[in-house]
């Protein structure tokens, strides 16, 4: 298996959204377009350890390439396929995808004005080729995850996945 490289660097708005959201005028409403303009103390960011990215980025460098040290075992990376879960094949149940298809832009805007509660966007699908965990989950194995995906959360707003290919219906 071919070593990928272990310098990826990736940055977080974290800390600027700390100091916006503790900012004297974003906190009493009286903010402009031109706030982050006049207020140029909220590039001042404050740095972090952030060890869970630390962590993350090192687990999934070891469950691609396996361990970088000698241990007694010799132990591999897992070569176990995820489980998936049972499909009961057929239609998948109607979702906005299907609204959009069938009403256009003008139905599809009726019925997400007129849908009661939150609407959700997954973004697993993207973040899975995108994230500190890219190139970890692979294509073939979301491919095998969207039936389920698509019969189980076809209520959802939208799904985001990487790349041009149509995964889901």
Known sequence: ??????SLHVQTNIPFLQNVLSNHQFLHST???QFIDENQELFNLKPTQNRAQKLLHYLGHVMVNGPTTPIPVKAKPSSTDPVIPPVTMG???VGFRDVLLRDGPEGFAKAVRAHQGLLLMDTTFRDAHQSLLATRVRTHDLKKISPFVSHNFNNLFSLENWGGKRMLR
């Open 1 to 6: 298996m071919t070593k990928l490289c272990t």
């Open 31 to 33: 903010v402009d377009t």
């Open 91 to 93: 239609e998948p149940p």
